[in-house]
């Protein structure tokens, strides 16, 4: 137990036991919580009870830590994984996974090869990617699984219709590939009842139908988290959420998803300040009254957007404080009035929200971005992954 003393209004004085609490712990650390990640994905499976489940782990699994996420969605109704890149892929394969992965997006150069010789599926939605695989696929001694993309409607990295029935045509006559399933992405699952979903549904629907006339009998994916909790018509053969198995809700609509990352510090030192003293670069904020601050060091080079100087709350010694004046590459200064706050307290900096603490949510409306974009932006190595 701590020895300092606490009394309203000052600063405790540094003793050996808070210096050691502040020491103990990393400067800046995302706490991961495999419970709510497991929650999450039993929750998922049984809203797709049809289809199976794909994990999405890409951008090292929204920045949870692909390896350990894969491991444990797997252990919690996933059978699939999701990345983005082979190397991603080739990542899960070193961490000891071998559970079936769809890699979907690598430059036209790529080597295949390694990624077949691992098992690795590939996505792919350009001739030239299909001829690439195939030559790769002779050089592993493997054929390639592989899953042809259309592009329904997002303009983004699937197949045009208009180019669609010759894909299909030379995926069907090139026997160094299997085709296991054709797949699309939607643009706007998470405004349920937009009308893009449907005309990007019958999209869907055709190109299927002239992958059957072409002589292959594909399984079908379409549905990320929106989709998988809002169209169970969409469900088909596998469901690829990523977001939702975070914990992060992309749909207006309740459900009990349970956030996975908590990012937190503590605090390394308070100090007095007096009515009109000024905090931080630019001296942007100044007390109306005589305060107590604590300085958090954490900052934007760990992933805390300087977008939020000024508008971002803490948890800190059991309610939320403002942070006031610029947010700095590495610290934060936190308004605690007369509070007493110790050397070496425990600050939340955001989380799951359950105790009113701060979320990922919250920084992205303020920040006017998503939730994706906080939780990958917590930089690594300087943000310590510790799991739970
Ligand atoms: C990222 C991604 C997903 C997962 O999307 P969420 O909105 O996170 O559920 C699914 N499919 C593809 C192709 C993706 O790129």
Redo the contacts with the bound molecule.
Sequence with gaps: MSAAPRVAGRPPITCYDTMNRAMAAPRAEVVIDLDNLRHNTAYLAARAPGAEL?A?V??DG?GHGAVEVARTALGSGATWL?S?SIPEALALRAGGITAPVLA??DTPDTDFAPAIAEGVDL?LSTPRALESAAAAARRAGRRARVHL?IDTGLSRNGCPADEWEAFVELAAATPEVEVHAI?S?LAC??EPGHPATDAQAERFDDAYRAALRAGLDPKR?L??????LTRPDLHFDLV???????G?N?VPDEHDLRPVMTFRSSVVRTKRIRAGESVSYGLTWTAKSDTSLALVPVGYADGVPRALSNRMHVRLAGRRRPVVGRVCMDQVVVDCGDDEIAEGDEVVLFGTGVDGGPTAREWADTTGTID?EIVTGMHRPRVVRTYR
């Design positions: 794909m999405v890409k951008a929204y999701g983005c979907w997006l996505g993309k797949w992405h699952a998470d994916h549905a990320n988290s929106a989709a998988l690829r959420p990523g977001i939702a198995l975070y992060l992309p994706y």
